[in-house]
């Protein structure tokens, strides 16, 4: 079957997206029997395609083989406070800053009524200074929000993340303590066994902290290594080059870190649009298990609520895609 243009990923998107297409996108365009005829086309021949399972369903075009994904990738929304705003900044900049509210309950609150499981705060005063600066906002937050909410950025030591984890945060992410001080970090995360994240935040493959303005000469993958045995929930890597960019997540570097770690990934930096989402799919089967973005969400490039459909619970994949890997 000759495919529409319409149906088909023209490089370079269909190397950017590794092949996944949206459904719901490609499902805009035509109706009927000829439109099923060409999705299974689709599905069968051409990609490896992501689609929610209930309109296949509907269109009585699931097929045995074909498996629902055992491993939803959670979208995490981020707000970063700067002296109590949520900004973003451009590649952890702090002189490009880009204020989006200046009221971050609400914007805690209307992630949560998007969607989200899960919410990510960056004190940015806090990364810098390593002093907490923004605990109002973020306690605030904390108790109005019903799902899990985490934070990092000047977390330093044992009695502040038992601090936070005592007002309700889910869990704290250690950057700079996970590079200064590993052995606080096995401490922490055998004291608080699914509480503690570690941050991994790289430039040009090298660990940097203190709000990113100390570049080191560590091997961020080796960073990850040695915390493989030490109990931690999961390693955040995030990629400074593409942080704040919407130039797409740095693949590479996330495959790699996915390979070295043996606790779950989650992705941060460059997401720019549903494609990008949909392009960490491939390296789902490796161990990344979320992504965090930021300034998609605040300008509209990325709908929570659509993009969770995407590529969380309730869609499928193909069975070639667990062979990507
Ligand atoms: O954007 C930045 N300059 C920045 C940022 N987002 N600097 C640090 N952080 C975040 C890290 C991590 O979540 O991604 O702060 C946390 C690490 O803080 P610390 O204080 O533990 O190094």
């Known amino acids: 079957m000759r495919l529409s243009s319409n149906w088909t990923a023209q490089p370079p998107l269909l190397e950017q997206t590794c092949g996944y297409r949206h459904f719901r996108r ?13 999705l299974e086309a689709v599905l069968n021949r051409r990609f490896r395609l992501v689609v929610l399972v209930v309109e296949l369903r509907q269109r009585s075009l699931w097929q045995p083989g074909w ?3 055992a491993r939803p990738m959670q979208i995490i929304p981020a707000i970063d406070l700067l002296d109590g705003h949520c900004v973003r900044l451009h590649q952890g900049d702090y002189g490009q ?3 989006f509210s200046d009221d971050p309950v609400a914007q805690a609150l209307a992630w949560q009524e998007q969607g989200a499981q899960r919410l990510h705060l960056v004190d940015l ?16 937050i904390t108790s109005a929000l019903s799902i899990p909410v985490q934070l990092g950025g000047g977390v330093r030591t044992a009695d502040r993340a038992a601090e936070l984890l005592g007002c309700g945060l889910d869990r704290v992410i250690l950057g700079t303590v996970a590079l200064e001080q590993p052995e606080l970090v096995d401490e922490l995360a055998a004291a608080y066994p699914g509480k503690i994240v570690v941050g991994i935040d790289a430039k040009n493959g090298k660990v940097a902290t203190r709000g ?15 915390f493989n045995t030490s109990g931690i929930a999961a390693i955040i890597s995030t990629d400074i080059a593409t942080d704040g960019t919407l130039a797409g ?6 495959r790699a870190m996915a390979e070295a770690s ?11 649009n549903l494609e990008h989402l949909l392009s960490l799919l491939a390296l789902a089967p490796l161990g990344i298990e979320g992504v965090i973005v930021g300034r998609a969400l605040y300008d509209g490039r990325v709908d929570l609520a659509e993009a969770i459909q995407a590529i969380g619970d309730g869609r499928l994949q193909d069975p070639i895609d667990s062979n990507l890997a």
């Open 26 to 38: 490609l499902g805009e365009r035509g109706k009927g029997p000829a439109k099923a005829l060409e």
């Open 67 to 69: 498996q629902q994904l």
């Open 97 to 99: 800053v880009t204020r």
């Open 125 to 140: 005063d806090g990364a810098k200074s390593g002093e907490p600066v923004n605990d109002g906002a973020v306690k605030a």
């Open 212 to 226: 990113w303005i100390e570049e080191s000469s560590t091997e961020a993958t080796a960073l990850a290594k040695r």
């Open 249 to 254: 997540p740095n693949l590479e570097a996330l």
């Open 262 to 272: 043996a606790v779950p990934v989650i992705a941060s930096g460059g997401i720019g």
